[in-house]
C-alpha cells in the first residue's frame, strides 16, 4: 500500500521569506503526485500536480514542487510567501500498486502559518 | 468548480443513531469519492465508487456503506453512528474524461458530523 510521509506539521514563517513543505512517498513503481491547499473551513484546492515530463511543476499561487525519483520526495516550495498563504497542505499520491492505482493517499498535512 | 454539493453541511446526532450523508454532482463524472479528515490523519478513503452500483472498500471502511443508485448521487451511511466518526467528511470526483489514474480529485466543502 501507498503510504505518504510530510515531515513538519507545523511551519511558521515570515511574511516575504521563502518556505518548502517536505513530502516524502512510499511506492518504488510510476506514481501521480499532487498538492492540495485547505483554508479554514473550505474544502481541498488542487495546487499543483505531477503526472510526468519535467520534473519541476509549477503551481497556482506562485507555488512549485519538484520530483525527485531517486529520493522519493516531491516538496513543494514557495520563494517569498504572503499572510494568504496560510492554510494547510496536503501532499498525495496516486498509483503504484494495482490495488491502490486509482485511490489517492493523503499525507497528514502541514499546517503553514505566515507571521507579519 | 466541479458542480459537487455536500449535505449537509453540519449535523449533530447521537451514538446509535443512523446517518446518511449525501453527495450530489452534476457533471456525470464516473468516479466519486468519500473521505475522513481527522487532526494528524490527513483524509483517509472510506469508500469509492467506479460507477451506478459499483462500490468498493476504502482504507477506513469499517462502520461505513455506500450506495451510488445514480450517477449524480453518492451516499455514504453511518449504521449506528460513534464518537469515533465524529469527523469531517468530504466527498470527491475524479474528472471525467481524464485517465481514471492519472487524474486529480476535486473535493466538495466537506460535513462537519458530531456524534455525542
Known amino acids: 500500500a501507498q503510504s505518504v510521509t510530510q515531515l513538519d506539521s507545523q511551519v511558521p514563517v515570515f511574511e516575504e521569506a521563502p518556505v518548502e513543505l517536505r513530502c516524502n512517498y512510499s511506492s518504488s513503481v510510476s506514481v501521480y503526485l499532487f498538492w492540495y491547499v485547505q483554508y479554514p473551513n473550505q474544502g481541498l484546492q488542487l495546487l499543483l500536480k505531477y503526472l510526468s515530463g519535467s520534473t519541476l511543476v509549477k503551481g497556482i499561487n506562485g507555488f512549485e514542487a519538484e520530483f525527485n525519483k531517486s529520493q522519493t520526495s516531491f516538496h513543494l516550495r514557495k520563494p517569498s510567501v504572503h499572510i494568504s498563504d496560510t492554510a494547510e497542505y496536503f501532499c498525495?499520491?496516486?498509483?503504484?500498486?494495482?490495488?491502490?492505482?486509482?485511490?489517492?493517499?493523503f499525507g497528514s498535512g502541514t499546517q503553514l502559518t505566515v507571521l507579519p | 468548480d466541479a458542480g459537487i454539493t455536500q449535505s449537509p453541511r453540519h449535523k449533530v446526532t447521537e451514538t446509535g443513531t443512523p446517518v446518511t450523508l449525501r453527495c450530489h454532482q452534476t457533471e456525470n463524472h464516473r468516479y466519486m469519492y468519500w473521505y475522513r479528515q481527522d487532526p494528524g490523519h490527513g483524509l483517509r478513503l472510506i469508500h469509492y465508487?467506479?460507477?451506478?452500483?459499483?462500490?468498493d472498500k476504502g482504507e477506513v471502511s469499517d462502520g461505513y456503506s455506500v450506495s451510488r443508485s445514480k450517477t449524480e448521487d453518492f451516499l455514504l451511511t453511518l449504521e449506528s453512528a460513534t464518537s469515533s466518526q465524529t469527523s469531517v467528511y468530504f466527498c470527491a470526483i475524479s474528472v471525467a474524461g481524464l485517465s481514471s489514474y492519472n487524474s486529480p480529485l476535486h473535493f466538495g466543502n466537506g460535513t462537519r458530523l458530531t456524534v455525542t
Open positions: 498525495a499520491v496516486k498509483g503504484g500498486d494495482s490495488g491502490s492505482a486509482r485511490q489517492l493517499t
Open positions: 465508487s467506479y460507477g451506478v452500483k459499483d462500490t
